[in-house]
């Protein structure tokens, strides 16, 4: 009995941290970073701070990326722009800036927890260009860059193309991520 309510209690805080407004920057760990950006090539972390970004260009929270222009902090007329939001209950802003800025010519790939049953995965899936989903659980890091317990859902790489072709579903895949 003791064992199970210390284990319960463990994995209740680790919900309860990554769920909560307690603490919504998780760091993306380099390996998926790294994975994504050889194929992307970013030319900006929109969702970043001077300790985390994956970047040389980034956005701050003090810069507010919901409301900047992503080209204009690219310095590049066509940006490949990186967003690993902060978890909390705005997605749906991100999701919707994605979508403003796809419609811009950029490029957005972000990481996302898979929640397919909120609205704001609809609404990131009806204007997705791809998504990806991973198996397995991705192992975020802290602030100071520790890697922290496995997220408690699976992780979605959400891609926005700009348009340029007829709307149609997203192209979905499965990414071994063990």
Request: aromatic content about 12%.
């Amino acid at each position: 009995p003791y064992r199970r309510k210390t284990f319960l209690r463990n994995i209740m805080s680790d919900w309860d941290v990554i769920h909560s407004s307690k603490n919504m920057a998780w760091r993306t760990p380099r390996s998926l970073f790294d994975w994504l950006n050889g194929e992307f090539k970013f030319d900006l972390d929109a969702a970043a701070s001077m300790t985390n970004t994956l970047c040389k260009k980034y956005i701050t929270r003090k810069q507010n990326a919901l409301t900047g222009d992503w080209t204009h902090h690219a310095c590049c007329p066509l940006p490949k722009v990186f967003v690993n939001p902060p978890y909390g209950r705005n997605i749906k802003d991100w999701i919707a800036k994605a979508e403003r800025e796809q419609h811009n010519g950029c490029t957005v790939v972000m990481v996302l927890m898979a929640c397919t049953d909120t609205l704001w995965w609809k609404q990131a899936w009806a204007r997705a260009s791809e998504v990806r989903l991973l198996t397995g659980r991705v192992k975020f890091l802290d602030t100071s860059g520790l890697e922290v317990a496995s997220a408690p859902k699976g992780t979605a790489i959400i891609i926005w193309h700009p348009f340029g072709e007829e709307r149609h579903d997203p192209k979905v895949s499965l990414v071994d991520w063990r």
